[in-house]
């Protein structure tokens, strides 16, 4: 008796659900998808759990970088309906904050994976997600899909209404039950882990002096945001120090939606004879591989071509690490280090090295080249010195 009551208490709930959700919810989108500029999966009205890529198009003309968020969608049917008819709800759902959902990235993609969103950071719920690219000399342009449903932990009673295997009528012999573990419920703690040794600095830029390190797989508490929305985070390094450190360094992981957005303090202004003079621009070209799809416990090379595009010389020599990553984990398979030397306007310099890599085959790998690791080079630009291309590292013999 209790069984049948249970399960029409489930079906009259799922049939409300379903419809107050369809008289409320509207999936978000756009009139014309801007074939440069979207993201295709996941779509509207669409259930995630743990890790998902997000995939879609960001190749839009003078990009200089691309990333996603994501935000709570409010839905609340009896306080709309008690509250103040000349309420504008846009305007309330336009003042909610965005959260990180994947890094920013300079590197073009069309119809592929723009970033790994980790759902287990944010409570179950109704969000929605928003590209922003970001292009020299103009506002971002934005794409939405929503609403997107996470459901990492479905509701008891639905596992109740599950069907119940029939028991066997046999007389089993009497033992004391085996009680399974408790659940250990994860770690939501907001952390940074440091891809590569990275400085941490009193501001949300490098004008700013370092205060501070973070060691290569090394992690640190995030208590802050930057709000001028270049995505640096505030931490706390284990020696207790407070500083800021880059987003394109680091690997973000636990619930972000608690924290504030900080304002940084004012840029210091040095004496007028200290003054920095940019010394040049390095950036360059995407990694070169041979073969084109490397096999695994084969050796292939990895060659960029490093460009000085700025107006003057470089100041002194760069140092370049070129490394091997596992996509899906994030781990660093390989890397080597290169020097590049002081380059005047114009000129360029190739750098590489080989790699054997015999781990995750049938797997996706990026191949990133990161300029200037130890900031020697004073930069007219300092967002284009990471260079990444991605590869699927063939099985052979392995």
């Not at 336009?94 to 950071?121: Q, Y």
């Not at 399974?180 to 400085?199: E, F, K, W």
């Not at 930057?226 to 390094?237: C, E, F, P, V």
């Not at 107006?311 to 020097?339: C, W």
Request: overall charge negative.
């Amino acid at each position: 008796m209790y069984r049948k009551a249970l399960t029409l208490l489930l079906v009259f709930s799922i049939a409300l659900t379903v419809l107050v959700s369809a008289q409320e919810i509207m999936p978000r989108g756009e009139d014309d998808i801007n074939p440069d500029a979207n993201i295709s999966w996941p779509p509207p009205v669409y259930v995630l759990r743990d890790e998902i890529d997000i995939r879609g198009t960001a190749n839009l003309s003078n990009m200089t970088s691309y990333f996603v968020e994501f935000r709570p969608m409010i839905l609340d049917l009896f306080e709309e309906e008690a509250a103040d008819t000349t309420t504008d709800e846009s305007d309330t759902l336009e003042e909610l904050p965005w959260f990180p959902a994947i890094l920013p990235s300079t590197t073009p993609v069309i119809d592929g994976i723009l970033g790994t969103w980790n759902t287990l950071t944010a409570p179950d719920g109704l969000y929605e997600l928003r590209l922003v690219i970001n292009i020299s000399g103009q506002e971002p342009f934005y794409a939405f899909t929503s609403p997107i449903r996470i459901e990492n932990n479905p509701p008891e009673f639905v596992q109740l209404a599950s069907p119940v295997a029939p028991q066997p009528t046999t007389t089993q012999p009497s033992t004391r039950p085996t009680l399974a573990p408790s659940p250990t419920a994860p770690d939501t703690t907001p952390l940074v882990t440091a891809r590569l040794d990275a400085n941490v600095r009193e501001g949300d830029n490098t004008a700013y002096d370092v205060v501070g390190v973070l060691l290569e797989n090394q992690a640190a508490r995030i208590v802050g945001i930057s709000s001028t929305g270049n995505g640096w985070y505030q931490i706390d390094l284990p020696n207790g120090t407070r500083g800021w450190i880059a987003p394109s360094v680091v690997t973000v992981s636990g619930d972000l939606r608690g924290i504030p957005r900080v304002n940084p303090p004012f840029t210091p202004t040095p004496p007028a004879t200290n003054t920095p003079v940019p010394s040049g621009n390095l950036t360059g070209t995407l990694p070169d591989l041979t073969p084109d799809n490397p096999t695994c416990n084969v050796a292939f090379s990895v060659l960029a071509n490093i460009t000085n595009t700025g107006t003057t010389s470089t100041s002194a020599a760069a140092t370049v690490v070129i490394r091997d990553v596992h996509v899906a984990s994030g781990g660093v398979q390989n890397s080597i280090s290169r020097e590049v030397p002081v380059l005047a306007p114009g000129d360029n310099f190739v750098v590489g090295g080989d790699f054997t890599i015999s781990t995750f085959f049938n797997e996706q790998h990026r191949i990133d080249v990161i300029i200037d690791t130890n900031n020697s080079v004073i930069e007219t630009i300092e967002t284009d010195n990471v260079l990444s291309t991605t590869y699927t590292l063939q099985q052979g013999g392995c």
